[in-house]
Each structure stands twice: as structure tokens, then as C-alpha cells.
């Protein structure tokens, strides 16, 4: 305060720094802004990010071709995969309990080369059973695509298979 009772402008703005560090500032609020409403605006048109459930069942067809398709499509699709979804949950099920009987055969005493071979061929049939339940959901899926569609399925597969060719390189 002055002795005529008027203030000071540095008592109560920061004392003035480089202009550099303003711009710089600016700058970074400015990006941190734009991330921000691109994020935003991402996730509000899109609905945010989707789970293609069940899509892993199905293993031949890739996730990149229900990412492919629009939204509503991929929704009536993956609809198909859900209808199956008790049945692969209960034949995965099975693979698991197969495999914990193979962990107590395995410490059984005294050990039973048979019995182990035995319970391997059970799991081996319950995975059998598993890869043709996704099998049959495939095919129920593939018989509800059209033609256009079925083009793009048939470049996700050939995708997959080129780029799992590339990684094992």
C-alpha cells in the first residue's frame, strides 16, 4: 500500500515472468484442450468403447472384421455370438474339470501312464466339442452375411493370416 492509500498492482498479480513461459503455457492448455475434446468427442459419437463378446470363440472370424462393420450390423452379429454364449461357457467348463482330474492323476500314487492318457483324450474330446460349438456359431454367423460382407470377412481372414505369418518371422 502507498501512503495514499491506493495498491500496488504487484501485491496482488504474480510478479511479471519470461513471455516465453506464458506462451508456453498457452500452448499446453491449448493441447491439453484439444486432447481432451477429441477424446470427448470420440467417446460420445461412438458410444465408447465396445466389447466384442464372445468374439474369441469364434476364431474364425477375426475381431477386426466385426470392428469393420457398422454398428448396428456388428450388434446384430455379435447377437448370434451371445445366443452360444451358455453352451461355450459350459463346454469350457468341462475342458477345466477335465484338467483338474489330470492334475490329480498326475500326483496319484502309484502313477498310472494309462489312466493319464486316458484323461488326456477326455480333454482333448471336450476341446473337440468346444472348437465345434464355435465352429457351428461361424457358420451361423456366415450364413447371415451377404455377399459384400462376406468379401470383407474373407480380407480379415487373409489379414490375420499375413500378419501372423509377419510375427513368426
Given at each position: 500500500m502507498?501512503?495514499?492509500?491506493?495498491t500496488?498492482?504487484?501485491?496482488?498479480?504474480?510478479?511479471q515472468?519470461?513471455?516465453?513461459?506464458t506462451?508456453?503455457?498457452?500452448?499446453s492448455l491449448?493441447?491439453?484442450?484439444?486432447?481432451?475434446?477429441?477424446?470427448?468427442?470420440?467417446?460420445?459419437?461412438?458410444?465408447?468403447?465396445?466389447?466384442?463378446?464372445?468374439?474369441?470363440?469364434?476364431q474364425?472370424?477375426?475381431?477386426?472384421?466385426f470392428?469393420?462393420?457398422?454398428?448396428?450390423?456388428?450388434?446384430a452379429?455379435?447377437d448370434i455370438?451371445?445366443?452360444?454364449?451358455?453352451?461355450?461357457?459350459?463346454?469350457?467348463?468341462?475342458?477345466?474339470?477335465?484338467?483338474a482330474?489330470?492334475?490329480?492323476?498326475?500326483?496319484?500314487?502309484p502313477?498310472?501312464?494309462?489312466?493319464v492318457?486316458?484323461?488326456?483324450g477326455?480333454?482333448?474330446?471336450?476341446?473337440?466339442?468346444?472348437?465345434a460349438?464355435?465352429?457351428?456359431?461361424?457358420?451361423?454367423?456366415i450364413?447371415?452375411?451377404?455377399?459384400?460382407?462376406?468379401?470383407?470377412?474373407?480380407?480379415?481372414?487373409?489379414?490375420r493370416?499375413s500378419?501372423n505369418k509377419?510375427?513368426?518371422r
Amino acid at each position: 500500500m502507498r501512503d495514499d492509500g491506493t495498491t500496488t498492482k504487484s501485491r496482488y498479480w504474480p510478479p511479471q515472468g519470461s513471455r516465453w513461459w506464458t506462451a508456453l503455457l498457452i500452448a499446453s492448455l491449448a493441447l491439453n484442450l484439444f486432447i481432451g475434446a477429441a477424446i470427448a468427442t470420440r467417446y460420445f459419437t461412438h458410444g465408447g468403447p465396445q466389447r466384442f463378446i464372445g468374439a474369441s470363440y469364434a476364431q474364425l472370424i477375426p475381431r477386426g472384421f466385426f470392428a469393420e462393420m457398422p454398428s448396428e450390423r456388428r450388434k446384430a452379429l455379435l447377437d448370434i455370438l451371445r445366443q452360444y454364449r451358455k453352451d461355450f461357457r459350459a463346454e469350457r467348463e468341462g475342458t477345466e474339470s477335465v484338467a483338474a482330474k489330470l492334475a490329480d492323476v498326475l500326483v496319484s500314487e502309484p502313477y498310472d501312464v494309462e489312466n493319464v492318457k486316458l484323461v488326456v483324450g477326455e480333454f482333448a474330446s471336450q476341446s473337440g466339442k468346444l472348437a465345434a460349438r464355435g465352429g457351428d456359431a461361424a457358420l451361423d454367423i456366415i450364413g447371415r452375411l451377404s455377399p459384400e460382407e462376406r468379401k470383407v470377412l474373407a480380407n480379415a481372414i487373409r489379414d490375420r493370416a499375413s500378419r501372423n505369418k509377419s510375427r513368426k518371422r
